[in-house]
């Protein structure tokens, strides 16, 4: 008797929305089928800490799988699985559906990019006795992170005679790594006064790179130079190489469990790496779509998606008219009737930090992937905002799949704001709502998510492709 519900208790359940707690609703089975989904999220995060090394990844497991690079020329059936290559630095594959092209097919679209320190143009001096690069950080950061921790240095240098180095020297546990330095509290009165803004600069974040000189009195800047032979010696590298270069300082640490119960996971670069590895897997999970589906790996989120690699330019609507041709389909009406889930991270509710979000409308860590309807700044400016109409089509499907989700804002109107990519897919008159993953500490060079929120983004990117 004292266990049935009161007349108000089965109301309030019938009547009431609550967001689910996936670390109290999935069963032992499912909560270890995530966290082993997460041990390969991992190694995918250790191997693709910039957008070059997330394309080269993403490529050699889709090779694996079957996925062919992409030739306009040729005509595609039903279950043939393409790639293309956006110079190296954003990517694009598909998988062809049975139903005709230009009633649509399904969009899964992430970024690769993440905040990080970029070498100058000529990044490298010397002063008082070191051996220095500049920086310019790239993307949205909070400076004072930056100093006193590992950093790694990644990227592609093209040499004078056109040949690419590939360069990641700082993950490795043999490897030297690099860094930022901070002033001691003991002399930092003054800083320690400055606002959190201007306590650490642009121009402040210069890269340590050595304190050796170069045997030879008669030269100066000999530090320099003895930097320059070591690169030289091992590399084949001249100073004017850095010009055509693209060389970025990362966090050195790889990917770790957080907590006793190793529920989450820390890492650099889940801002994107998190939606566009759950997208990835997701799109190779689905052999045989109804509609064809796109899964897209954009560059430049974190500057504005500016850039030819960036979703601000056309490299996605042209794939989209090569694949039309090429299916005598035609571009425009598929664009029209496609849907798209743009694969974002969202801010999750921080205990720590509660006054920046409003409860009921943020997400929080372990309640599954999270549903974001707009984001943008002040009065919604800068954001698509999902229609009421594929909003239900989304809740639909992810309850219907019994797919643990929460809705989510960024932040408590007025607080800041910010923005994804669905705007620019909106812009090609596409059905777009941004689906994530909640993250704390959002762009720091260490950023938390937790294990079953990164599984049930993978479940929903899946169960939107089938559907
Ligand atoms: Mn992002
Ligand atoms: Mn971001």
């Known amino acids: 008797m004292c266990n049935e519900k009161t007349p108000g208790e089965l109301l309030a359940e019938k009547l009431t929305y609550r967001t689910r707690d996936a670390g109290e609703v999935l069963d032992p089975a499912c909560l270890a089928e995530a966290d082993a989904f997460c041990e390969d999220y991992k190694a995918f995060l250790d191997h693709a800490k910039i957008e070059r090394e997330a394309v080269r990844t993403a490529i050699g497991r889709l090779k694996a799988a079957g996925y062919t690079e992409f030739d306009p020329g040729r005509s ?37 990019d993440s905040p990080r320190l970029d070498l100058k143009p000529n990044p490298l001096y010397e002063d008082g006795g070191l051996a220095l690069f500049k920086t310019h950080y790239y993307g949205g950061i909070k400076k004072y992170q930056w100093t006193a921790i590992p950093l790694a240095l990644h990227g592609t240098v093209i040499r004078k005679d056109g040949t690419a180095l590939e360069v990641a020297i700082g993950d490795e546990a043999g490897d030297p790594v690099f860094c930022v330095t901070d002033l001691l509290p003991h002399l930092a009165r003054d800083q320690m006064g400055k606002t959190m803004k201007e306590g650490i600069r642009g121009e402040q974040l210069n890269i340590v790179a050595g304190s050796r000189p170069y045997p030879d009195e008669k030269v100066k800047d000999r530090v320099k130079l003895a930097v320059l032979a070591l690169l030289h010696e091992k590399y084949g ?45 997701a799109a190779m999970a689905v052999e045989h779509p109804a509609k064809t589906s796109v899964t897209v790996f954009a560059d430049k989120e974190e500057i504005g998606s500016e850039g030819n690699t960036g979703l601000n330019s056309d490299f996605l609507k042209i794939f989209v008219e090569d694949l039309c041709a090429a299916q005598g389909a035609e571009s425009r009406r598929t664009l029209t009737n496609s849907t798209c889930m743009s694969a974002d991270v969202n801010a999750a509710f921080d205990p720590t ?97 937790s294990k079953t929120d ?10 939107f492709l089938r559907s």
């Open 237 to 281: 590298l001249v100073e004017a190489d850095f010009l055509s270069a693209e060389l970025t300082m990362v966090p050195a640490w790889k990917a770790r469990d957080v907590g006793f119960d190793r529920s989450m996971i820390g890492a650099y670069g889940h801002d994107d790496k998190v939606c566009a590895y759950t997208a990835l897997r």
């Open 353 to 449: 930090f509660p006054e920046v979000a409003e409860r009921g409308n943020t997400a929080y860590l372990n309640r599954g992937v999270v549903i974001t309807k707009y984001t943008g700044a002040g009065g919604k400016s800068g954001t698509n905002d999902a229609s009421a109409e594929f909003m239900h089509t989304v809740r639909t499907l992810l309850d219907r799949a019994d797919i643990v989700w929460q809705t989510g804002e960024l932040g408590a109107v007025d607080q800041g704001g910010g923005g994804t990519v669905a705007q620019f897919v909106a812009h090609m008159n596409v059905e777009v709502v941004d689906v994530g993953v909640p993250v704390l500490s959002m762009h720091a060079p260490f950023e938390l998510v």
């Open 454 to 463: 990164v599984f049930m983004t993978y479940r929903a990117f899946v169960e």
């Open 76 to 112: 595609y059936r039903p279950g043939d699985r393409i790639y293309r290559n956006v110079r190296g630095k954003a990517l694009v594959l598909a998988t062809i559906g049975t139903e005709a092209l230009d009633r649509g097919v399904h969009l899964v679209i992430s970024h690769i």
